[in-house]
């Protein structure tokens, strides 16, 4: 059972001083049975006016800063300690009825699932839902922990990872016929895939940490994008295709939603001449306590010409 140093740093630059407009921070991870916070601190350069919390929708932690007056940067460092309980893929317990695919939901639960279930992108060709029955035997009982794993191993093995730093996703359609793409571009693809198999859904944000020298993570040193999938008997369920991880080792739930447009790290907006963003750096480092090795982190730098003298920014899922 792990401890955890979560240091997420992001840093915005301007060529001269800007008026900043009201942010939004999701930076927290949730608290659940499996994730305990022992310590969370934000702290925001220059100091809002005035910082409140509450949870939106989905029961995501969420800061809302506002400001007064003008600088030329601005800074938020969120330092989280925390205890972490992997789960690994042979502790799913799935019910009886559930576990050979096709299955129905429980009645009482379908209400609740129906908006996870709805598909997002539309998919006239129905490429998506050719490519997801493509993991459904023909010849006998498909099971269903097997069959989401498969469609985990598969992104992971089959996909070339290639980091994009523009915000937004490709659609699904788009990351199955290039075969490449970034870790919320697979997270689409596999929640489209699993939702056009009758699943409820739901894209996560978070991070990613590896629990061993021995094993390697993409996504390091950026905010991290993955699926849960609602599987009778165990709830909701961790899968992330660009690791071909299931269940939770390594990684850290901050923000749960049905579309990644609901998960944004941070946004918010700032005013001032135009040509004033001097770009944005983010650095997050995850440290595992109890040994002293660190994921490796990254600093990344994006510059973003504004082409009007109010502009918002969004610390997007980076990888």
């Not at 008026?19 to 949730?30: D, K, S, Y």
């Not at 300690?81 to 695919?101: K, L, T, W």
């Not at 990351?175 to 996560?204: I, N, P, W």
Request: overall charge neutral.
């Amino acid at each position: 059972m792990p401890f955890l140093t979560i240091a997420h740093s992001t840093r915005y630059r301007y060529r001269q001083p800007v008026a900043f407009g009201e942010h939004r921070i999701m930076v927290r991870p949730r608290e659940s049975y499996d994730q305990r916070l022992i310590e969370a601190r934000l702290d925001i350069t220059p100091e809002p006016v005035e910082l409140r919390w509450l949870h939106d929708v989905f029961g995501n932690s969420v800061a809302v800063a506002r400001f007064d007056g003008r600088a030329r940067e601005l800074r938020f460092d969120s330092v989280v300690r925390m205890e972490h309980s992997p789960m690994a893929e042979g502790s799913v317990e799935i019910e009886a009825y559930a576990r050979a695919f096709p299955f129905t939901y429980a009645s009482e639960d379908m209400p609740d699932l129906l908006r996870s279930i709805e598909r997002q992108h539309v998919d006239p060709q129905r490429v998506v839902d050719a490519w997801a029955r493509g993991f459904v035997s023909d010849h006998r009982p498909t099971d269903t922990l097997g069959m989401l794993a498969d469609m985990t191993a598969t992104i992971r093995r089959d996909f070339t990872y290639a980091p994009r730093y523009e915000q937004g996703t490709q659609t699904p359609i788009e990351t199955l016929r290039k075969r490449q793409g970034t870790c919320r571009d697979y997270a689409v693809l596999m929640m489209e895939a699993a939702r056009a198999l009758g699943f409820a859904a739901r894209f996560v944000s978070g991070y990613v940490y590896s629990p061993s020298r021995g094993e390697g993570r993409v996504g390091g040193g950026n905010t991290h994008a993955w699926v849960r999938i609602f599987l009778p008997g165990s709830g909701w369920v961790e899968f992330d295709p660009t690791n071909g991880i299931v269940g939770n080792s390594g990684l850290i739930r901050v923000a749960v939603a049905r579309d990644p447009m609901q998960a944004v790290p941070l946004s918010g907006s700032w005013s001032g001449f135009p040509g004033s963003d001097a770009g944005m750096t983010v650095d997050i480092h995850v440290h595992l306590d109890e040994d002293s090795a660190a994921v490796p982190a990254t600093a990344i730098t994006a510059i973003r010409p504004p082409s009007r003298e109010t502009c918002r920014h969004v610390d997007p899922h980076r990888l």
